[in-house]
Nanobody
Framework: QLQLVESGGGLVQPGGSLRLSCAAS????????IGWFRQAPGMGREGVSC????????NYADSVKGRFTISRDNAKNTVYLQMNSLKPEDTAVYYC????????????????WGQGTQVTVSS
């Protein structure tokens, strides 16, 4: 069974950092682009960052550029999202998803989704 599992969310103060992980089971991630999405209460889901299957190409939403870094370790079948200088507006449920399409910013083509992990930025 194809499964993505996110972890690493939590409560952090503004200016703090978190690292989210997206681990795959039942399939190998190395043929998939991976995207991180988030959904805040009352808002639609937005693409935050993505990385190509081999890691050679990354993309970031303007709202997180310079603060978030996406990376992947195909040997560990895991993708990471390092989030620094967190702001209250980063509060959301964060999801990872997998896509066979290129470029990784083809957001509508993500087909496999994790269950999400809550990130709350608050003092």
């Amino acid at each position: 069974q194809l499964q993505l599992v996110e972890s690493g969310g939590g409560l952090v103060q503004p200016g703090g950092s978190l690292r989210l992980s997206c681990a795959a089971s039942g399939f190998s991630l190395d043929t998939f682009a991976i995207g991180w999405f988030r959904q805040a209460p009352g808002m639609g889901r937005e693409g935050v960052s993505c990385i190509s299957s081999k890691g050679g190409s990354t993309n970031y939403a303007d709202s997180v550029k310079g603060r978030f870094t996406i990376s992947r370790d195909n040997a560990k079948n895991t993708v990471y999202l390092q989030m620094n200088s967190l702001k209250p507006e980063d509060t959301a449920v964060y999801y990872c998803a997998a896509s066979l399409f290129s470029p990784c910013t083809t957001w509508i083509k993500y087909m496999y989704w994790g269950q999400g992990t809550q990130v709350t930025v608050s003092s």
